[in-house]
């Protein structure tokens, strides 16, 4: 046992966030603490961490037990560069690599005792110095760097030059470093891209020690929690498992404690009538039985109802008029910032009831290729042209589309003169803005609050075509669901840049990727990419995928240099189309055969049941006639079964 939380409870003011919170951690065990915002999660590791005193309760680390802890926000400032900063994270092979180098001076000048003592001295210290890793620190701390995505361009940036996400990734990478027996991570995926998302998850899955992480990051916590800590009401519940099986089984439960709770309802309210009853006989023994069975009704422990979801933001999306087959066409587009070569000669197009997903490493230019397509950019080469009836909904991850000087009432109204006061009042309701709420300043509000506003306002425009620019950005994880459902249920089309791959692979019919300053189509959801990444990146962004360097568990190992060829963005668009042309026939022949399959085998039933009618089987030359189209039909259904498979 690491490290044990008991009874602990907390308070701000009469708000009670944590209630006897109870529960403990393992080593080696990943732990992920989950919860919608506010909750109370990043509340318990500060208390964990002593840097908030709790009202009650205690949580104790294991003796000796060292602890490193990444807050949420949690950037560094120092003078160093990137490089050196993380080297100093490994203080204690420094000063033992210095011991050894100035041992190595000095034995050039002693002889006899003096010399084999030095020695002695000399063959420990190395010994200790392998033992602690030292000939592998460079690579080790080279490796974790790549990972975190640094380039090597950038290990000799000054810490305080950077950027705030990118000194976060630094205080990250020297925790890593310091490889604490237990280490409390708030929030780690926030400032990182896919595949530093991707390696943090290697890393910590093979991690010696245990973890205990704040994510909303669902796709992460499958790869790496084992034990899920649920903070819902104040109230802890731990289920074992990812969060697929937390999720799973958190249905089950929810499911279970309502079904209680109505039948625990039915049951008082059935005593409520025969109390009532009783009572209207107006005899000394009647009313004596139903105050016995008042007495006993009072005695009862009463179930709370289980919260509905139904009562977190609730959003539909409902396109005003519907779009052309063809929703958008970009030809040939390129854009560029001074030297920098964000993409050149893209091409793609997204049809009527398309779930599209753009992905790609940090500053490939996704949020710039949507505000092309916004008109809020303008590319410098290339034609972005919309299809007949599409009105587009823009949702933006810094907000740009709300004023900030207006209050959220404002906001909706100026937008929407039609809408009445209580039409207006009600949708900020379904966004969780409710009484005086409504009053505040755009500028007062946080980025989640911020985020849901502009969804309002998306759910208002009854646009047929959405473009979305991280619209998971500050949602917590029910937030999350609802909006996956919404967009699962939507009837538009849909274009969105996304760091979250769960939310991906629950949305996405097909997605983009931007690498190598070119796109790579996948005909399908997030693990379908996971699966294709290699084979069609090396197809259609050979540079970019004969240049990669994977880093895992802090020692980078460089892939081969191939000699790429010019990609030719025109041809790879053709084969792209003709791979989807392919596809789609696929799609269609397979819909064909499933109907045709499902006619004959209707149609075989209704043989087997004409033939047991009298007026039939007493018909030889029926008889004939029914038995061989009963013949037929098998023939072509065992035909159609084979292409069933095959089409599969």
């Known amino acids: 046992m690491i490290l044990t939380c008991s009874h602990i409870s907390k308070s701000f003011g009469t708000d009670r966030v944590l209630k006897d919170v109870s529960f403990q951690i393992e080593e080696r065990e990943k732990a992920a603490v989950v919860g919608i915002n506010g909750a109370g999660k990043t509340t318990l590791l500060k208390i964990i961490m002593r840097e908030l005193d709790a009202d009650a309760g205690s949580a104790v680390f294991a003796r000796g037990a060292s602890v490193g802890y990444l807050a949420q926000h949690d950037a560094l400032s120092s003078e160093n560069s990137v490089y050196e900063e993380l080297l100093s994270a490994r203080r204690e092979i420094l000063l033992l690599e210095e011991r050894i180098r100035t041992l190595e001076q000095d034995m050039k000048l002693l002889k006899g005792d003096a010399l084999a003592q030095a020695l002695e001295t000399y063959n420990r210290l190395c010994t200790e110095f392998e033992n602690q890793n030292g000939y592998a620190c460079e690579s080790e701390i080279t490796g974790i760097l790549k990972g975190l995505g640094f380039a090597p361009d950038e290990y000799q940036k000054r810490v305080d030059t950077l950027s705030g996400g990118q000194k976060t990734r630094v205080a990250l990478g020297k925790l890593l470093l310091c490889a604490p027996d237990i280490i409390l991570l708030d929030e780690p995926t926030n400032h990182l891209d896919m595949n530093s998302i991707a390696w943090l998850e290697t890393y910590l899955q093979n991690y010696a020690g245990a973890v205990v992480i704040v994510a909303h990051d669902r796709y992460f916590l499958n790869k790496v929690a084992t034990k899920i800590i649920e903070l819902d009401g104040g109230n802890c519940t731990v289920f074992q498992g990812n969060y697929s099986a937390y999720a799973e089984k958190k249905t089950m439960l929810r499911n279970a404690q309502l079904k209680a709770y109505w039948k625990q309802q039915q049951e008082i309210r059935h005593q409520e009538e025969v109390i009532a009853t009783l009572r209207s006989f107006n005899r000394e023994k009647s009313i004596k039985r139903a105050q016995s069975r008042v007495k006993a009704l009072d005695k009862i422990e009463r179930l709370e109802k289980p919260s509905e979801i139904a009562d977190k933001m609730r959003i539909s999306l409902e396109p005003r008029v519907v779009s052309g087959s063809d929703v958008l066409t970009a030809q040939g587009l390129g854009k560029s910032f001074g030297r920098l070569t964000l993409f050149s000669d893209l091409c793609f197009a997204v049809k009527r009831g398309e779930r599209v997903a753009i992905i790609?490493?940090?500053?490939?230019?996704?949020?710039?290729?949507?505000?092309?397509?916004?008109?809020?950019?303008?590319?410098?080469?290339?034609?972005?042209?919309?299809?007949?009836?599409?009105?587009?909904?823009?949702?933006?991850?810094?907000?740009?589309?709300?004023?900030?000087?207006?209050?959220?009432?404002?906001?909706?109204?100026?937008?929407?003169?039609?809408?009445?006061?209580?039409?207006?009042?009600?949708?900020?309701?379904?966004?969780?803005?409710?009484?005086e709420d409504v009053f505040k300043r755009v500028a007062d509000l946080s980025g989640g609050e911020r985020g849901r506003l502009s969804l309002a306002k998306l759910m208002l425009s009854e646009a047929n075509f959405l473009i979305l620019d991280e619209p998971t950005n500050h949602l917590d994880v029910i937030s999350r669901e609802i909006l996956e459902n919404a967009l699962k249920n939507y009837v538009g089309t849909v274009l969105y840049v996304s760091h979250d791959r769960y939310f991906i692979n629950e949305t996405a019919t097909r997605i983009l990727e931007l690498t190598g300053n070119t796109l790579v189509n996948y005909l399908g959801n997030y693990d379908y990419y996971l699966e294709k990444k290699d084979e069609l990146t090396g197809i259609y962004a050979p540079q970019t995928s004969g240049q990669k360097s994977t880093a895992l568990f802090g020692a980078a190992v460089s892939a081969p240099k191939e000699d790429a060829k010019e990609a030719d963005g025109k041809r790879g668009w053709k084969q792209q189309k003709e791979e989807q042309a392919r596809a789609r026939k696929r799609q269609n022949d397979l819909r064909r055969t499933e109907e045709r399959i499902s006619e004959l085998e209707t149609r075989d039933k209704e043989i087997d049941a004409l033939l047991l009618l009298p007026e039939v089987y007493g018909d030889a030359a029926k008889c004939v006639e029914l038995n061989k189209e009963k013949y037929d039909v098998s023939q072509e259904l065992e035909t159609l079964y084979e292409l069933w498979e095959e089409l599969c």
């Open 360 to 435: 790609g490493d940090n500053g490939t230019g996704k949020t710039t290729l949507l505000k092309i397509i916004n008109g809020a950019e303008n590319a410098d080469c290339g034609t972005v042209s919309l299809g007949s009836n599409v009105h587009i909904g823009y949702y933006d991850q810094e907000h740009h589309v709300l004023h900030m000087e207006k209050t959220l009432f404002e906001e909706l109204s100026d937008e929407y003169p039609a809408l009445n006061n209580t039409r207006i009042r009600n949708v900020l309701a379904s966004f969780l803005f409710t009484g």
